[in-house]
C-alpha cells in the first residue's frame, strides 16, 4: 500500500500562487509516475499534471506556462508550483500514484480557491 499526504491549499487572490506538497510512503519503491488532480464544483475530476520516476512531465493545457510539477525522490514527494493562478483552477486538488496504467493510489485532497 501507498499513503499520500498533501498540504499547501489554502485562499489566494487571482494572479497570485500556491505550493501543493504531496509525501509518499508505504511500499513506494516501485511507484513510477506521480500526479496532480483537481475536481471542481460540479465537474469531473481531471489530470493537472503528472511527473514519471525519469522526470518526464506532462500537463493539461489550461495550466501549461503556469503550473509546474516536479519531484524528490530522496524525500518521497512531489509538488505543484501554481502560478498566475485564475478563478477557474479553483477545486480540490489531489495527489495521486501508479506504479503502471491508471492511478490507483490517492491522497485525501486539498482545497485551493482563487478568488477574482
Known amino acids: 500500500q501507498v499513503q499520500l499526504v498533501e498540504s499547501g491549499g489554502g485562499l489566494v487572490q487571482a494572479g497570485g500562487s500556491l505550493r501543493l506538497s504531496c509525501t509518499a510512503s508505504?511500499?513506494?519503491?516501485?511507484?513510477?509516475?506521480m500526479g496532480w488532480y483537481r475536481q471542481a464544483p460540479g465537474k469531473q475530476r481531471e489530470l493537472v499534471a503528472a511527473?514519471?520516476?525519469?522526470?518526464?512531465?506532462d500537463y493539461a493545457e489550461s495550466v501549461k506556462g503556469r503550473f509546474i510539477i516536479s519531484r524528490d525522490n530522496v524525500k518521497n514527494a512531489v509538488y505543484l508550483q501554481m502560478n498566475s493562478l485564475k478563478a477557474e483552477d479553483t477545486g480540490v486538488y489531489y495527489c495521486?500514484?501508479?506504479?503502471?496504467?491508471?492511478?490507483?493510489?490517492w491522497g485525501q485532497g486539498t482545497q485551493v480557491t482563487v478568488s477574482s
Open positions: 495521486a500514484a501508479t506504479r503502471g496504467g491508471t492511478f490507483s493510489y
Open positions: 508505504g511500499s513506494i519503491l516501485s511507484i513510477r509516475i
Open positions: 511527473i514519471t520516476n525519469g522526470d518526464s512531465t
